[in-house]
């Protein structure tokens, strides 16, 4: 089965930015999506970003709250997808999850995801 690692996490003032990696143990077929999702404490897992696996083009997902600020892209020959987060706010402040799953109908919920990584933990200070 799939193996996901995130890293990149870490302390960033408001405003600043940040860049999330996913790595994937084995290739990442193309039927698959990878998403970003984060959980903060206290709340609900909350869908951030998403990128099918395409071989000709990945198509993108975004979550309300986190659009024109969060940019997903993908390596798919490194098997990686990345998140670059600008403009943090301390309410991005979560533990981020990279998924992947496939037979996707939306591809933002998190129950369509079979794989998940351990998270990484960002914290962005006011």
């Known amino acids: 089965q799939v193996q996901l690692v995130e890293s990149g996490g870490g302390l960033v003032q408001a405003g600043g930015s940040l860049r999330l990696t996913c790595a994937a143990s084995?290739?990442?077929?193309?039927?698959?999506?990878m998403g970003w999702f984060r959980q903060a404490p206290g709340k609900e897992r909350e869908f951030v970003a998403a990128?099918?696996?395409?071989?000709?083009?990945?198509?993108?997902y975004y979550g309300d709250s986190v659009k024109g600020r969060f940019t997903i892209s993908r390596n798919f020959a490194k098997n990686t997808v990345y998140v670059e987060m600008s403009s943090l706010k301390p309410e991005d402040t979560a533990v981020y999850y990279c998924?992947?799953?496939?037979?996707?109908?939306?591809?933002?919920?998190?129950?369509?995801?079979?794989?998940w990584g351990q998270g990484t933990q960002v914290t962005v200070s006011s």
């Open positions: 084995e290739r990442i077929y193309s039927s698959y999506t």
């Open positions: 998924a992947a799953g496939r037979l996707m109908s939306t591809g933002v919920a998190d129950t369509e995801y079979n794989y």
């Open positions: 990128i099918t696996m395409s071989w000709t083009v990945g198509t993108t």
